[in-house]
């Protein structure tokens, strides 16, 4: 789901484990079970869903990687991004009116 | 040239190993921990293991991984796995004999990760020989096939050796006739009452790999194993704690070292021994240059290369590159003890 109308946020009740000797982020999403490691893009954009709206969520992401791709790649890489953590179960959506 | 060793070290675990328990409702002839049926005295108890469970947690470990003994022989296993299953992704290694419906129902409920069955052949009369327990290739057959209806996630696990190599491609049948999509080949470890009958059952490296590649896998079929050129070096992630609280870095180093006992100190100070820091370092005399790509970890297994040659930094015998003629059918005989030392000042 992304949608421009509402907030992402952590889905309640997973565990995370920053691991930054290797670049990377375990979460453990305990229903059902499973455990993903993020990468850097992946980890940063799960942190950037900290309940904020989709265009706050976007600037931020856009100012941090804006030395690394144009704001065109950045949008297709956030909207992956978010898809995918989505997907899995590792972020909801909270629609806004 | 620069020395091996890791591109980085953990600061603190991130998966763990226990083992609930050394017993066991079966007799296996090859069992590492030497199990028997009933529990000793000093055995951690459900509090002592309850308090465990939180202080890894707040070191921030996130995988568990739990063996035995035979896990669900002990009556509080269930309860500690619920307990465990909130905030660990778990996983539990069985015999499988004791699964039945109604606690394969409990492990849906309780959201256990993957359940690992062994099954030590195809052939039931085989399988019940190591076991020593008629009829415990059935009840493990029969749990796997609840574990994949119920949806849980669950692989097959056997160890390789002479009286199984035969049947390697039936074991793998097997697994995909049970539903399980995941088969894994283990080596051998002279560990336990294993070591013990090592000339009986053991393999050269060439049989094993012979077997390996002789594998036909079916459509879907995922095979772990563990030889060339996926030997790693687990040490730099693995923590583990036996029955009796003591931290062993690795279920595979249970007889040859002790970071000291998670009821006496923390477990983070057992994580800072010498010993322990030097093994997750990686720092070893020689790598597999495939195998260190495929695994991220120089020297393979710190276990068997130390049960082989009796030094920490030793080559892992089981890779075929670093092996450099070591028969692995015969085992050096300061091994046949219980906790094993090499002669010779420590290396």
């Not at chain 1, 969520?57 to 992956?80: F, G, I, W």
């Not at chain 2, 603190?12 to 590492?32: D, F, G, R, V």
């Not at chain 2, 477990?267 to 495929?294: A, D, I, N, Q």
Request: with cysteine.
């Amino acid at each position: 789901m992304f949608s421009p109308n509402g907030c992402y946020s952590h889905t309640p009740n997973l565990r995370v484990r920053p691991v930054k000797e290797m670049k990377s982020c375990v979460v453990f999403r305990p229903n059902p079970p499973k455990l993903f490691m993020l990468n850097l893009n992946a980890w940063l954009i799960f942190e950037l869903c900290d309940g904020s709206s989709l265009d706050d969520v976007t600037q931020r992401y856009r100012k941090s990687v804006a030395a690394q791709m144009s704001e065109r790649e950045a949008d297709r890489h956030l909207e992956t991004g978010i898809r995918n953590l989505h997907d899995e179960g590792l972020i909801e959506l909270k629609l806004t009116d | 040239m620069a020395p091996i060793e890791n591109p980085f070290a953990l600061q603190k675990p991130l998966k763990l190993s226990i083992c609930y328990t050394e017993t066991c409702n079966l007799s296996c002839q090859h069992c590492y921990a030497d199990c028997s049926s009933a529990k000793a005295s000093a055995e951690l108890n459900s509090e002592e293991w309850s308090r465990f469970l939180d202080e890894i947690a707040e070191l921030g470990v996130v995988y568990l991984y739990i063996e035995g003994g035979e896990p669900f022989h002990r009556p509080d296993f269930l309860p500690f796995l619920a307990s465990a299953s909130n905030r660990f992704f778990t996983e539990i290694r069985t015999n499988g004999t004791l699964i039945t419906r109604d606690v394969t129902a409990r492990l849906k409920e309780i959201g256990v990760g993957i359940v690992l069955v062994d099954i030590l052949s195809p052939r039931a009369e085989v399988h019940d020989y190591f076991t020593g327990t008629q009829g415990s290739h059935a009840r493990a057959c029969k749990a796997v096939t609840y574990l994949v209806e119920a949806g849980i996630e669950t692989q097959l696990l056997t160890i390789l050796n002479r009286r199984n190599v035969d049947d390697l491609q039936g074991y793998i049948d097997l697994a995909h006739r049970l539903g399980v999509k995941t088969a894994g080949v283990l080596r051998p470890y002279p560990l336990g009452r294993f070591k013990y009958r090592w000339n009986e059952f053991s393999l050269s490296l060439d049989e094993m790999h012979a077997a390996l590649d002789a594998l036909r896998l079916p459509t879907g079929m995922k095979l772990m194993q563990s030889w060339h050129p996926n030997d790693g070096n687990s040490c730099w992630q693995m923590a583990a704690v036996n029955a009796f609280g003591d931290s062993i870095g690795c279920a595979y180093l249970r007889e040859y070292v002790d970071y000291g006992n998670i009821k006496k100190v923390s477990f983070m100070e057992t994580w800072e021994h010498p010993l322990y820091r030097e093994l997750r370092s990686g720092r070893v005399k020689e790598t597999c240059p495939s195998c260190s790509s495929s695994q991220g970890s120089h020297g393979g297994c710190r276990s068997t290369a130390y049960a082989f040659h009796g030094a920490w930094d030793a080559p892992d015998p089981f890779d075929r590159t670093l092996n450099h003629g070591v028969d692995l059918r015969v085992l050096p005989e300061w091994l046949l003890q219980p906790h094993p030392k090499p002669p010779g000042p420590p290396r």
